[in-house]
């Protein structure tokens, strides 16, 4: 793994997570932007909201490119807000457009786990089946393994810090991003 960058902080800033389903990126998300008194967005609710669709839907009705269009265009619109936490979807960062976006405009978080924990998480979240489709037509385990494996690079080239989620309670996990932050202010 690669060092952490130390990302530039700004009064006015945006923070991303990103990560695989099930790593706490909505979770952690709401709890840290109570902690910091920012705004909380996550991208697949935006998503939703505005399609009137589940996720499962989106994909069963036109396919997983015109949900990654539809991601792209509510990730870009992100632009001018401030002072927010957005969880992104696991896969938001396949696209190196989308890399390049969310490391120019604010600090970006990997929320990482092992695949162990992702899918004890999977098969315990009720909205795994509406918000989380399958992504290939393997089973879980496999599907799961690959896409770490896949994405893994892209995690952390784009992340300025990494988090392991599976060791830590989301509070905990809370805590430890704002110290980091607040060592980089310093």
Known sequence: MKPELKPELKPDMKIFLTGYRCTGKTTIGKLLADQLEFDFMDTDRVIEQQTGSSILKIVQTHGWEKFRQIEKKTLLKTKNIKNTVVATGGGIIMDTENREFIKANGVCIWLDADIKTILLRLNRDDKTRDSRPALTT???????????????????????LRIDTSVHSPDEIVNIIDRRLKNVRQ
């Open 138 to 160: 393997d089973d879980l385990l496999k599907e799961t393994d690959e896409l770490i494996r896949q994405r893994k690079p892209f995690y952390e080239n784009t992340a300025h």
